[in-house]
């Protein structure tokens, strides 16, 4: 009789195994990660962006495969070379990845032009292009076309995706200075047609001040159905100052903004978990130290940040900031691209089986404008060119380079929302 009865409750067991297996297949599958189910009930909501590899190849070099790019130039040994060489620096930490993104950087077309021209006086005058920007409808090494975008097309966006989702478009630039200065170029082109505010119930700061200032602080910028958020970290893996009056803002970190967003427990001064991130762990520590602590710092700071960062790319889509070159021949501090190679090296390392997107072709561009500054200083007429060049900034890229930087994450944020063509990157 006990064994009867065994195999009876054995075999009920089993029916309601089936029933349960059966149930999950009807119903689409929900999230079970803790953070996510908190961020749902206080009303988190999100319009996936494309995540197919052309649109990843607007940022990562190679995103479908770097033998496939080889294609684009297939009889040139230095496009070939340039490839083969950053693939390989992406596997081994003990090769340099900066020379073969610089090669790549030849391919591009030259924006820095001066004519001279000699007056009856014997005097120079100097016709130049004002406005130039690296924002370019293709590029050699993305694989997909690049849409150049408008504030009255960002404005559209911005306004389907409220419509879309009951929420504003939420962008977050955490970082020190070069991420700023993105954050910055993009709201000099979107203010003049989206009606924007700076500041909240700590801190009151004019828009204008915000854009001519070099802000060391938390910051939200906010449009009807926008909200950029500028967090300034210095040490991603430090924690916030609570005063952000305090001098020693310029010092803090995002580690607790960070945790924040992924379990949950984010304030109304931090916001909700931002649709993206444009993030850096900062030139601070290469600043600040010698080439080989420097390099040390960056590779634990790596180690420490690697499963929160992996976590919060599961809800909000990063993109990860990859150095671009020193300018050595103004450089104010003795450190070399060594450093900052090394840093890009630690970041392929820790986080390229992550959710988080690499952005090396930035780095092309910025390379492009480095050396075109290079040629402006041995000629020497750096001090002929405006100053929103960037050549006379040693660490920091200019407005050509920030404007394309912007546009390529409107067109990650934007492209599917407005149903562009398929040939664009992100439709």
Request: proline letters at 4%.
């Amino acid at each position: 009789m006990r064994h009867f009865f065994q195999i009876v409750t054995a075999t009920s067991i089993l029916i309601v195994i089936i029933l349960l297996q059966m149930l999950a297949l009807s119903y689409p599958p929900s999230y079970h990660d803790s953070s996510k189910q908190q961020m749902s009930h206080r009303g988190h909501h999100q319009m996936s962006f494309t995540k197919d590899c052309n649109c990843k190849s607007l940022f990562t070099i190679g995103a479908c495969g770097i033998d496939k790019l080889e294609d684009v130039m297939p009889f040139d040994t230095g496009w070939k070379t340039a490839l083969s060489g950053l693939n390989a620096a992406r596997k081994y930490a003990n090769m340099e990845m900066m020379p073969h993104l610089a090669t790549l950087a030849r391919y591009l077309p030259q924006l820095f032009t001066l004519n001279v021209t000699l007056e009856d006086d014997d005097r120079f005058s100097l016709n130049l292009n004002t406005t130039p920007s690296r924002s370019m409808t293709k590029l050699p090494f993305v694989s997909c076309n690049i849409h150049q975008y408008t504030s009255d097309e960002v404005d559209r966006c911005t306004k389907e995706y409220k419509r879309l989702t009951g929420e504003p478009l939420r962008v977050a630039f955490v970082g020190d200075s070069r991420i700023r200065n993105t954050m910055q170029q993009m709201i000099r082109k979107l203010h003049a047609k989206v009606a924007l505010k700076a500041g909240n119930e700590d801190i009151d700061m004019d828009l204008s001040t915000f854009l001519d200032t070099k802000v060391k602080l938390n910051l939200p910028i906010r449009g009807d159905a926008i909200e950029l958020r500028l967090h300034w970290s210095a040490y991603l893996d430090e924690v916030r100052v609570v005063d952000q009056l305090d001098p020693r803002v310029a010092h803090q970190g995002a580690r607790d903004l960070l945790e924040a967003w992924v379990y949950g427990n984010f304030t109304e001064k931090d916001g909700p978990p931002p649709h993206l991130i444009y993030m850096s762990n900062g030139l601070w520590e290469t600043n600040m130290n010698d080439d080989d602590v420097a390099v040390e710092e960056s590779m634990t700071t790596m180690k420490t940040m690697r499963p929160l960062l992996n976590k919060l790319s599961r809800m909000s889509q990063i993109l990860w900031h990859m150095h671009g070159p020193f300018k050595d021949w103004i450089a104010i501090r003795n450190k070399p691209t060594y450093a900052l190679d090394m840093m890009n090296r630690m970041s392929w390392k820790y986080l390229r089986d992550t959710n988080i997107w690499l952005w090396d072709t930035r780095t092309v561009l910025t390379l492009k404008e480095r050396t075109e500054c290079q040629a402006l200083h041995e000629a020497n007429l750096t001090r002929k060119v405006p100053w929103y060049w960037g050549c006379s900034d040693f660490q920091h890229a200019g407005m050509d380079v920030e404007d394309a930087t912007g546009n390529m994450i409107w067109n990650l944020a934007c492209n599917k929302i407005l149903n562009f063509s398929p040939d664009k990157c992100c439709s």
